[in-house]
């Protein structure tokens, strides 16, 4: 069949666009021009004007001046939405672009997405860096920053949270609003238009004085777990590896390339092995070495934790507090369960876990301690569960 006049329909559109795209940025450069002009004009005429009356009307001509500049914004910003078809973007990486330097001493960030992939427009990249820096810029009395995911019915919830003052219930849709009344507003009105060409949603779940929490909800097939799948290459190890944050201990989610680190350090905690497929891994690290590890694994009917192991090399640490402190945040969004030994039910009992009986587990889960009989006490294993946060 020949396609011959289709391609060159396509191309003749592609052209079309680019020159009516160069056409609207020389247009806004000049209406940029224009308005400063004008907010220049007013306030100099403000500085010389003793006319009470002629300055209100100066006033109003500065106000409807910013409000044209808004909307010149808004257009820049939205010209370029479904310029370019929707990608397949990670989501770390595009958290990492957003720009955090007004963030004080006090404001811990912590971005719990390395294995995650978005099927978005690129402008993807830019709701990130806003819902990011909009935490930065007004979470004044936040002190964490948290970006995790949950799995629901039918989509994957990319959450991003902070603990300070919160929104209050009435402003929780206004604010995506095309005119909230703040520049804020503007953005989150943008953000929502661009999550919307691959069918995201998002919304404002926080609680006053408990903090903002943005939701952004990705049907399903729209979002992929890298290395999970064949259709979800693994990411490369970034160069040069493993990181060293200068002596710093951290955590974070490992990457399925890098399943082999875990799989090292658990040769002396029953051969454990991880499974891309399943499993997120968090491991703790010290000068540039992983030093104790975690297992949320996905079964049909829930989330387990388990292999929480530090080897005895790197005990004494508080090792193992890092690692399922990050744990619980980057998975917590969900029910989790565990099998715990019993001397440390108080230890699990910090991080917001609490004893269940054996009946209370999800059968997958029931059946890997289907050795003890129903006796998990006298087998020294005590079943815990955590429920996610309300």
Not at 123 to 152: P, Q, W, Y
Not at 263 to 275: A, C, M, P, R, S
Request: charged share 25%; glycine share 8%; with cysteine.
């Amino acid at each position: 069949m020949d396609i011959t006049g289709r391609v060159n329909a396509e191309e003749a559109l592609q052209t079309a666009n680019e020159k009516l795209s160069l056409l609207a940025r020389i247009s806004s450069d000049h209406l940029h021009q224009t308005v400063n002009e004008i907010i220049e004009t007013v306030d100099e005429a403000s500085a010389k004007c003793r006319d009470t009356s002629a300055i209100g009307l100066l006033e109003r001509i500065r106000g409807m001046a910013w409000t044209l500049a808004r909307q010149i914004f808004l257009t820049e910003t939205y010209q370029d939405l479904g310029a370019s078809p929707p990608e397949w973007i990670p989501v770390q990486g595009a958290l990492r672009q957003a720009d955090t330097s007004a963030a004080g001493g006090d404001l811990s960030i912590r971005f719990w997405a390395e294995r995650l992939e978005v099927y978005a427009d690129p402008l993807f990249l830019d709701v990130m860096s806003h819902l990011v820096e909009n935490a930065v810029r007004h979470g004044s009395t936040a002190r964490n920053l948290i970006v995790s995911s949950a799995e629901t019915p039918g989509a994957l919830e990319l959450i991003v949270e902070d603990d300070g003052q919160g929104i209050p219930d009435e402003k929780k849709e206004t604010i995506f609003e095309y005119d909230a009344g703040r520049h804020a507003g503007l953005g989150l009105f943008i953000c929502r238009q661009i999550l919307s060409v691959t069918g995201m949603t998002i919304s404002e779940t926080g609680r006053l004085g408990k903090g903002a929490r943005f939701v952004i909800r990705i049907p399903d097939g729209n979002w992929r777990v890298e290395g999970a799948a064949d259709d979800a290459p693994p990411f490369p190890v970034p160069s040069p590896g493993i990181p060293d944050r200068s002596g710093e201990v951290f955590a974070r989610e490992l990457l399925s390339a890098e399943f082999p680190v875990a799989n090292d350090l658990w040769v002396d905690y029953h051969e454990t092995k991880g499974d891309p497929k399943t499993d997120r891994i968090i491991a703790a690290f010290a000068e540039g070495r992983a030093v104790s590890l975690a297992r949320c694994r996905r079964h049909p009917d829930g989330l387990e934790v388990d292999a929480v192991f530090t080897p005895v090399a790197h005990r004494g640490h508080g090792y193992a507090n890092v690692t399922v402190k990050g744990l619980v945040e980057a998975c917590g969004n969900e029910l989790l369960y565990m099998h715990s030994v019993l001397n440390l039910t108080g230890f699990y009992g910090k991080y917001g876990f609490v004893t269940i009986s054996e009946d209370e587990l999800p059968p997958t889960i029931k059946e890997r301690f289907a050795f003890a009989g129903g006796q998990l006490e006298g087998a020294n294993v005590q079943p815990m569960k955590r429920e996610p946060p309300p």
